[in-house]
């Protein structure tokens, strides 16, 4: 796996499922977290951290941090304008940050592969990996040069996705 630098997305679910574990109205996120309430009722806490990480051990770190954390999915434009906008920090530069979803197995392929395939659509091609989101936003949204694209090296394709300033991006 390749190290890449990025920015830790963590959530902190208030309502899990659509049971509100607390009224989500009420719900209060953890010092250090933002709280965006979404269209569905949800209300979802976000709070990002730096490190030097791979896919997995992003996951792995994130269910560390607080319980019920985990790589969020991002299901409106206020959180993806928020998380994009802080890729460029003053003493970081341009960071990736890995979110919560992963490309569907069916769609390794090249671009123009994909491209001809109508179940890999970017809309069906990955897939939230947090058991919360089911907003298709996201894949609507500007995705970074030459993104996506399935890119084979070292015996695996890019399959996690990140965030940085410039769109989306998918990444091994």
């Not at 959530?11 to 607390?22: E, Y």
């Not at 890999?120 to 970074?144: P, Q, R």
Request: glycine residues 6%; charged residues 20%.
């Amino acid at each position: 796996m390749k190290l890449i630098a990025i920015l830790l997305i963590i959530i902190h679910v208030c309502c899990d499922s659509g049971i509100p574990v607390i009224p989500c109205i009420n719900c209060d996120c953890p010092l250090g977290f933002r709280r965006f309430n979404r269209p569905d009722g949800h209300a979802v806490c976000i709070k990002m951290a730096v490190k030097w990480l791979n896919y997995y051990q992003a996951v792995s770190l994130c269910a560390s941090q607080a319980p019920g954390a985990k790589l969020i999915g991002l299901a409106t434009k206020e959180e993806i304008d928020y998380v994009a906008a802080r890729s460029i920090t003053a003493n970081a530069g341009y960071w990736w940050y890995y979110i919560g979803a992963f490309r569907n197995p069916f769609c390794h392929a090249e671009r123009e592969v994909l491209e001809t395939r109508p179940n890999c659509s970017i809309d069906k091609m990955f897939v939230w990996t947090d058991n919360i989101t089911e907003s298709k936003f996201a894949w609507s949204y500007k995705w970074h040069l030459f993104n996506p694209n399935s890119f084979y090296k070292d015996g695996e394709f890019e399959s996690a996705i990140a965030i940085k300033e410039t769109g989306l991006g998918d990444w091994r």
